[in-house]
């Protein structure tokens, strides 16, 4: 898909990465969708930018100081979010640093992926309780990740402005789990349902 062919409106924007999911995501199961030619292994850059627009578009108004993801997929659109909204972004890591000393606020986290637990760790320097902070991440399944990336913000007593995600998979619990304990959840592309080779998006 040639981007700079379209003249791009902020409604079209997210017609692009439906289209995007549609055309090359591949559903391997009814659970997981690989998206590694566009997003997760190669990244296309004017797909993010735009991406990063329509979230910052979104959330203009809501007086975000800091954009936070989780390594590593998350980071290209959450940057061109931040960059979109110039706020710095912030990388949730998933394993401690070496270099990272006490100051240091972590919490564990199950992978929805991998079924395996990480800690998910963040220095303390680096946020406050005066930050109000947009979470960007690419997927949405089990929300284990967003609710990871929330209890570890709030550590920091800092406040949470939103939840921006790429591409949510509408069948499962994420948004149920979130919208319950009280966070906006908007998502750029909703899936209803998938199979092997079928992909059937919320219009
Ligand atoms: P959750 O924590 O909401 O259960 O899962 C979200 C995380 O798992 C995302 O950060 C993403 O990396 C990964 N993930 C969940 N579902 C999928 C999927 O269908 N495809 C890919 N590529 N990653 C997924």
Sequence with gaps: MDLSEYHINEEDKMKLLQEKVLADGI???????????????????????????????????????????IESSGIAPALMTAAALQVPLLVLKKSPSKVLNENMYQTIVTSYTKGTSYELTLAGHLISEEDHVLIIDDF??????????????RKAHATIAGIGILIEKSFQPGRAKLEEQG?????????????????????
């Design 183 to 203: 966070f906006y959840v908007y998502s750029q592309v909703r899936i209803k349902k998938m199979d092997k080779g079928v992909i059937e998006l919320i219009p």
């Design 140 to 153: 949405l399944a089990n929300g284990e990740a967003a609710t990871g990336a929330i209890r570890l913000i």
């Design 27 to 69: 559903a391997i199961n009814e659970n997981i969708l690989k998206v590694d030619s566009f997003i997760n292994h190669q990244v296309e850059p004017e797909l993010m930018k735009l991406i990063g627009e329509d979230f910052a578009e979104h959330f203009k108004d809501k007086g975000i100081t800091k954009v936070a993801t």
